[in-house]
């Protein structure tokens, strides 16, 4: 099975359906900034919501598990580089859009 890549440039990786309203308010916040914002939409291991990501084109994967919720923190991943980065707050569409500019530029 061959994948098209794709013009999104966040993948929203899912830990846990009970977050997905969460995952949904952070890719509207998202795609309102303007970044082109795909959700995985099942549970699953990170690891392989990354290699989904990548082999789309994708490259950032912003998660949001259990401990980073309580935390009110989202990571951020850059697949290209690997470095990883947390972003504090609720990513309204106002910080969406500066997050949004660092995830682009």
Same mark, same amino acid.
């Given at each position: 099975?061959?994948?098209? &890549?794709?013009?999104?440039?966040?993948?929203? !990786? /899912?830990?846990?359906? @009970?977050?997905?309203?969460? $995952?949904?308010?952070? !890719?509207?916040?998202?795609?309102?900034?303007?970044?082109?914002?795909? *959700?995985? $939409? /099942?549970?699953?291991?990170?690891? &392989? @919501?990354?290699?989904?990501?990548? &082999?789309?084109?994708?490259? $950032?994967?912003?998660?949001?598990?259990?401990?980073?919720?309580? &935390?009110?923190?989202?990571?951020?991943? /850059?697949? @290209?580089?690997?470095? *990883?980065?947390? $972003?504090?707050?609720?990513?309204?569409?106002?910080?969406? @859009?500066? !997050?949004?500019?660092?995830?682009?530029?």
């Amino acid at each position: 099975l061959s994948l098209t &890549k794709t013009k999104s440039q966040v993948l929203i !990786a /899912n830990f846990d359906n @009970q977050y997905a309203p969460e $995952y949904m308010r952070i !890719a509207t916040a998202l795609r309102k900034a303007g970044v082109p914002t795909e *959700v995985y $939409y /099942n549970p699953d291991k990170l690891g &392989k @919501q990354i290699k989904l990501a990548d &082999k789309l084109g994708i490259p $950032y994967v912003v998660f949001q598990g259990s401990e980073e919720a309580g &935390k009110g923190v989202v990571t951020i991943k /850059n697949l @290209q580089t690997g470095a *990883v980065q947390p $972003y504090y707050g609720q990513l309204t569409p106002e910080e969406a @859009q500066a !997050a949004g500019y660092e995830i682009v530029q």
